[in-house]
């Protein structure tokens, strides 16, 4: 059976629920595993056929140190916040002896309707280096910073992973 890894970074846990959406989503066709991206492996083993990874949208893209610091003002978890994000850990990511294709997403504010994505970020700086991509970058969508959840968006994350399963076979 087909192997996926989601890698995904949340201050306010929203990206972290979509994130186990997702998988559940993968699981209609592939074994998953789902790893907070501070205990994120910096190498990829060979099992792993399907790289998905998520974080929140901040400043336009992925969250750097000086946007986690905001986030922790607003109440984010300070601990997650003060560590490395998605940002980090792509630009470090190596694979084993093949390259997994590769999928993103990200959450952001659904209004106003915030520009840039940290998934496309995330996308393109892995194709960078040699992922191909699976499909294009997808959005979920919170009520406001901290959250919550737009309603829907937990089944759209499933389907959304179901549909990158059957796209991986």
């Known amino acids: 059976m087909k192997h996926a890894l989601v890698v995904f970074e949340s201050m306010f846990g929203n990206t972290g629920k979509i994130a186990e959406a997702v998988a559940e989503g993968l699981r209609t066709g592939m ?37 986690r610091a905001d986030a922790a003002k607003q109440g984010a ?23 997994p294709v590769v999928a993103a997403f990200d959450t952001k504010v659904e209004r106003p309707k915030m520009p840039g994505s940290a998934a496309r970020a995330a996308l393109k700086r892995l194709r960078r280096a040699g992922f191909p991509a699976l499909t294009k ?33």
Not at 31 to 56: I, K, M, N, R
């Open 31 to 67: 074994t998953v595993d789902v790893v907070e991206v501070s205990s994120a492996p910096a190498v990829l083993g060979d099992e792993v056929e399907l790289l998905v990874v998520g974080g929140p949208t901040h400043a336009f893209s992925m969250s750097k140190a000086s946007t």
């Open 137 to 169: 970058a997808e959005n979920f969508y919170v009520g406001g910073t901290p959250g919550p959840l737009v309603d829907g968006e937990l089944d759209r994350a499933r389907d959304w992973g179901a549909r990158c399963a059957a796209e991986t076979r």
């Open 77 to 99: 978890d300070e601990k997650i916040a003060a560590g490395g994000g998605l940002r980090e850990w792509v630009d470090q990511v190596s694979h084993g002896g093949t390259r």
